[in-house]
């Protein structure tokens, strides 16, 4: 690697199951950081060799400043809506990283401080369908770090949402800020 590693750069990495839409949710957040809040951002992703069902995982690096190396080194936040995807990725995460995982789908979490909620449950609850879970997890995401401005992520998902999806997935966003909320709340009572 060349230069140094810039203090404001926050490296984010999404894996789940392909099917999930977590290399979407990793394009919804690069667009809501570039396009609306104005920062420096690289985005790329990898599915396994099976499309649906396999694994699959986005990285996002978002910065105020130039960003000179475009790979996630060791990421300081980590979403994981399968257990092969913690499996895999937990060990990169940095030692005061943070970890959100969907509690049905990840049972072994080899972290204390995990986040951890039935995502897919609660995607379910808010729009009726678990596809929406990926852009829970991005409300949760959002909501817990403040990493991309709310009127970012909402506007980058109404852009990227299929035409008539949009009211679904503006409930399925706003289900992930109520439970990052609830997390903070419960933490800082803690």
């Not at 499996?87 to 990840?106: C, H, M, P, Q, R």
């Amino acid at each position: 690697m060349t230069g140094k590693q810039n203090s404001n750069r926050i490296e984010v990495r999404l894996a789940g199951e392909g099917g999930q839409g977590m290399i979407l949710a990793g394009v919804i957040l690069a667009e809501a950081a570039a396009i609306y809040d104005g920062k420096f951002v690289v985005q790329t992703q990898t599915y396994g060799p099976e499309a649906r069902g396999g694994s699959s995982k986005a990285e996002v690096i978002i910065s105020d400043e130039e960003i000179d190396h475009p790979e996630v080194i060791n990421a300081d936040i980590l979403v994981a809506m399968s257990q092969e995807a913690c499996d895999k990725y937990a060990s990169n995460l940095k030692k005061d990283g943070l970890l959100i995982v969907d509690s049905e789908k990840v049972r072994r979490i080899p972290l204390t401080n995990a986040v951890k909620a039935p995502i897919t449950h609660l995607a379910i609850e808010a729009t009726g369908k678990p596809i929406t879970a990926n852009v829970v997890s991005l409300g949760m995401l959002v909501g817990l770090t403040k990493l991309v401005s709310r009127d970012a992520i909402n506007k980058a998902i109404i852009a990227r949402a299929p035409r008539g999806t949009e009211e679904l997935n503006q409930k399925a966003l706003e289900r992930g800020f109520a439970e990052a909320e609830a997390n903070l709340a419960v933490n800082e009572k803690s």
